[in-house]
């Protein structure tokens, strides 16, 4: 089980991101609590393209500070690196991972209650802010992505709060289970099948397993991770 964290909690306004003209929200810094959070997240944050960040089910984005060792050992010294929200997180944390952590684990913090509703996959953005071409994809290759919560109950933290995991619905499904279905075995219909069945996993997600159980292949990737010209 999941033992309890306290976060480093961040946000960002949307501002400009590298030199093509696009903008985006990706750049957060630390803020000092209490934090409200909604349906739609902390109170503060923002999304540029709401179609693929932020909502109901991408409310909060968990990276763990754990792998920012591994990132310094395949891509060397990155400024970026040097604090918590390299990847856009909200949260930042120590001691929880994607090996660790489950779909629908319900989590606590403060008067909010948090649900793990699906992992992240990693846009070009990641690229544009790292000045990389290959960040998108490696850290969808290397399962380092985070996850998102959806809001079950909005509330209020304090910093002297943490992270404190309440219920586990599936405990066969950690969230490295799914993202090696999506990216690495992604020819296992059958636990692909049983990915769109999991009740607490986000719609597009469960949608998404079963477009590929019916088409027999994997999805195109290439213009979430490329960015745009």
């Given at each position: 089980?999941l033992?309890p964290v306290?976060?480093?909690?961040?946000?960002?306004?949307?501002?400009?991101?590298g030199g093509?003209?696009?903008v985006?929200?990706?750049?957060?810094?630390?803020t000092?609590?209490?934090?409200?959070?909604?349906r739609?997240g902390l109170?503060?944050?923002?999304q540029?393209d709401?179609?693929?960040?932020?909502?109901l089910?991408?409310?909060?984005?968990?990276?763990a500070?754990?792998?920012y060792?591994?990132?310094r050992g395949?891509?060397?010294?990155?400024?970026?690196l040097?604090a918590?929200?390299?990847?856009?997180?909200?949260?930042?944390?120590?001691?929880?991972t994607e090996?660790?952590?489950?779909?629908?684990?319900v989590v606590?913090?403060?008067?909010?209650?948090l649900?793990?509703?699906?992992?992240?996959?990693?846009?070009?953005?990641?690229?544009?802010?790292?000045g990389?071409?290959?960040i998108?994809?490696?850290?969808?290759l290397?399962?380092?992505t985070?996850?998102?919560?959806?809001?079950?109950?909005?509330g209020?933290?304090?910093p002297?709060d943490?992270l404190?995991?309440?219920?586990?619905?599936?405990?066969?499904?950690?969230?490295?289970?799914?993202?090696?279905?999506?990216?690495?075995n992604?020819?296992?219909?059958?636990?692909?099948?049983?990915?769109?069945?999991?009740?607490?996993?986000a719609?597009?997600?469960?949608?998404?397993?079963a477009?590929?159980?019916?088409?027999r292949r994997?999805?195109?990737?290439?213009?979430?991770?490329?960015?745009?010209?």
């Amino acid at each position: 089980m999941l033992i309890p964290v306290s976060p480093i909690v961040l946000c960002g306004r949307v501002q400009p991101l590298g030199g093509r003209g696009h903008v985006s929200g990706i750049a957060k810094a630390q803020t000092e609590g209490p934090w409200r959070i909604t349906r739609s997240g902390l109170v503060g944050d923002e999304q540029a393209d709401l179609k693929h960040h932020g909502g109901l089910e991408k409310a909060v984005h968990h990276y763990a500070r754990d792998h920012y060792d591994a990132w310094r050992g395949e891509i060397g010294r990155h400024e970026l690196l040097n604090a918590p929200g390299a990847f856009g997180e909200n949260f930042s944390t120590t001691g929880w991972t994607e090996d660790t952590v489950h779909i629908g684990d319900v989590v606590r913090f403060g008067t909010v209650v948090l649900q793990v509703s699906q992992g992240r996959q990693p846009c070009w953005k990641l690229n544009a802010r790292f000045g990389r071409d290959d960040i998108a994809s490696r850290t969808q290759l290397s399962g380092r992505t985070g996850w998102y919560y959806r809001v079950l109950e909005e509330g209020s933290a304090e910093p002297s709060d943490q992270l404190v995991l309440a219920e586990r619905p599936r405990p066969d499904w950690p969230l490295s289970r799914l993202i090696a279905l999506l990216y690495r075995n992604r020819e296992c219909y059958g636990e692909l099948q049983d990915m769109s069945e999991l009740t607490e996993l986000a719609d597009g997600w469960r949608a998404l397993a079963a477009r590929r159980v019916q088409a027999r292949r994997t999805e195109d990737w290439s213009a979430r991770l490329n960015e745009p010209r």
